[in-house]
Each structure stands twice: as C-alpha cells, then as structure tokens.
C-alpha cells in the first residue's frame, strides 16, 4: 500500500471520527491536535479504527504529533 493510499484511509477513518472537519487540506505535515482537532478521546478511537483498519495493533508507547508519522508507522507495518 502506498503512502498516498494509506493517507487515504486515514482521511476516512478520520471523517468518520469527526464528520465536520474538513479533510480537503490535509496533508502529511498535518498535526493530529492543531490542525485536526484530535482530543485524548478521538485518539482512541483513530488508533482502535486504524488498527481494525490495516490489521496491525499500535505499540504502547508510540506517540504521534503528525498524520504523516501514522502513515510512515503504518507503511512499516
């Protein structure tokens, strides 16, 4: 799968998530907390959607500040 496309999925699954936000400037420099609005809670549900989504479970400890880091995580998976 290509950065682009896992970029793609992240976008929906983001959507689903929160339905308002406008994901047509979203890129990968994109910050999950200022540019999206991803709180404590929409981070659990982005990391339990994103796992089911492309079949990897998130370490513990992982921290992400970027969409752009979820893409590089996932494409290494």
């Known amino acids: 799968m290509t950065p682009e496309e896992i970029l793609g999925k992240l976008k929906e699954i983001v959507h689903t998530i929160k339905p308002k936000l406008d994901l047509s400037n979203v890129t990968l420099e994109s910050s ?4 999206l609005g991803i ?3 929409s981070m659990l549900l982005l990391s339990l959607a994103t ?8 370490e513990p400890d ?3 500040n ?3 880091e979820v893409v590089d995580y996932i494409a290494r998976k």
């Open 32 to 35: 999950l907390v200022k540019d």
């Open 51 to 58: 796992e089911n989504e492309f079949g990897l479970q998130f």
């Open 62 to 64: 992982v921290k992400f």
């Open 39 to 41: 709180d404590s809670l």
């Open 66 to 68: 970027t969409i752009g």
